[in-house]
Structures are given as structure tokens and as C-alpha cells.
């Protein structure tokens, strides 16, 4: 069982540079905010492009059904087999709960289509189904202009 560990934290100079004087205290939540949200679609989208480079050479389905599983599960703070068992309403509740950045929910949509097309491949189309089920229904939460 792969256990996901989040190591970043903001560094001294960026609590300097977000002191807000309201309060007098360093830093702002409005900022951390911002930084975790770009570093999460930095990592997801890291994990995203390794999975689709691995699947255009042909190869490496094991590990790029892995490394989508590990973006959506980073963008949910979940174990992937957690996330693999929840209903597609579940996991559209589950998003919409703590998470409003559609910038996120894109990549989180984009990696169960990858999931999707992997399984697919591989012969496994309940799960596969499934994978699409979750990928349209967290597709529904997107703004409507955003959504593709």
C-alpha cells in the first residue's frame, strides 16, 4: 500500500512576502491557498504527462495506470483505492466538498480518462466504465465554459 506523505510547505520568504498588516501576522490564507493549488496542478500534471508519454511509446501500462491513480488521489488527499471504489456521485460529492478549482477538477478529469483508456486496453471495461462514470460526473462540477 503506497502511502502519499504531503512534503511542502511554504518557505520563510514567503511568509515575509504574504505578511497581511489586518492581523499582524505573517502570512495569509488567501496565499497559501494559491500556492497549494499551483503546486498541486504542478504535481498532477507531471504525473498526467509521465502516464500519456509512457502509453505513446506503446508500453508501461502498469506504471501509467499507477502514476493517474497517484494524481487523483493527490488531488483528493486519498489513498487511489479509495478513490477507485467511490461511486461517481460519491466522488462529485466528495470533490465538491473541498474543492472548488477547476483547474484541479480538469486535471482530476483528465487523469480518470487516462485511467479509463488504460483499463480499457488492458481488458478490464467494468472498471474502465466505471473510470468514465467518475470522469463525467466531476466533469458536471466544472463552470460550464470550462467544461469541455
Do not use: K
Not at 520563510?12 to 490564507?29: F, I, K, T, Y
Not at 505513446?56 to 488521489?73: F, N, P
Amino acid at each position: 500500500m503506497t502511502v502519499f506523505v504531503r512534503s511542502w510547505a511554504p518557505r520563510a520568504s514567503q511568509l515575509n512576502r504574504c505578511r497581511d498588516p489586518r492581523h499582524g501576522v505573517e502570512g495569509s490564507g488567501v496565499q497559501y491557498q494559491s500556492d497549494y493549488i499551483l503546486r498541486l496542478i504542478e504535481q498532477m500534471g507531471s504525473l498526467i504527462r509521465s502516464a500519456l508519454a509512457r502509453i505513446g511509446v506503446g508500453g508501461g501500462d502498469a506504471e501509467s495506470l499507477e502514476e493517474v491513480e497517484r494524481a487523483v488521489g493527490l488531488a483528493l488527499e486519498l489513498e487511489p483505492e479509495v478513490a477507485r471504489r467511490l461511486s461517481p456521485d460519491s466522488l462529485a460529492s466528495l470533490i465538491e466538498i473541498g474543492m472548488t478549482d477547476d483547474r484541479v477538477l480538469e486535471l482530476v478529469v483528465q487523469a480518470l480518462e487516462v485511467e479509463a483508456e488504460i483499463l480499457e486496453r488492458n481488458g478490464e471495461i467494468i472498471d474502465a466504465r466505471l473510470r468514465r462514470a467518475q470522469a463525467d460526473a466531476v466533469r458536471a462540477l466544472l463552470d460550464p465554459e470550462r467544461a469541455n
